[in-house]
């Protein structure tokens, strides 16, 4: 599996754009701060076909240590989730999966 980082995500905006790499950054940064921002505010993110994003609240529990045994409370949280689009969850399983880690080396040497 290949990681896709955000400066190759920009340089990929900015060609099929026209802009330069510069200001397509800007823009890409400016929307994953939006982003941040609102949800940090506790407001749910819809883009249509792509998905959604929401703040989930987490409950506080009691659990044992798997070390010692002893009683340990993890103490309430809110965390990011994200439920895929339409289009995404369509798109994705269709996609044949690439063979990662000493798969993908095998792969390569026969090719």
Same mark, same amino acid.
């Given at each position: 599996m290949?990681? *896709? &980082?955000?400066? #190759?995500l920009v340089s990929r905006i900015a060609d099929k754009t026209g802009l330069t790499v &510069? /200001? &397509?950054?800007?823009? *890409?940064? #400016?929307f994953l701060d939006a982003i941040i921002e609102q949800l940090a505010l506790g407001h749910r993110i819809e883009?249509?076909?792509?998905?959604?994003?929401?703040?989930?609240?987490?409950?506080?529990? *009691? &659990?044992l240590n798997p070390v010692t045994g002893k009683r340990m409370v993890v103490p309430p949280r809110r965390v990011t989730g994200f439920k895929p689009g339409r289009?995404?969850?369509e798109l994705v399983s269709r996609r044949p999966q690439r063979p990662?880690? #000493? #798969?993908?080396?095998? *792969? /390569? /040497?026969?090719?």
């Amino acid at each position: 599996m290949e990681t *896709v &980082t955000k400066r #190759a995500l920009v340089s990929r905006i900015a060609d099929k754009t026209g802009l330069t790499v &510069t /200001a &397509t950054r800007g823009a *890409v940064q #400016a929307f994953l701060d939006a982003i941040i921002e609102q949800l940090a505010l506790g407001h749910r993110i819809e883009f249509r076909e792509f998905g959604v994003f929401e703040v989930r609240n987490h409950k506080g529990r *009691v &659990t044992l240590n798997p070390v010692t045994g002893k009683r340990m409370v993890v103490p309430p949280r809110r965390v990011t989730g994200f439920k895929p689009g339409r289009r995404m969850r369509e798109l994705v399983s269709r996609r044949p999966q690439r063979p990662h880690g #000493a #798969a993908r080396r095998r *792969v /390569a /040497a026969f090719r």
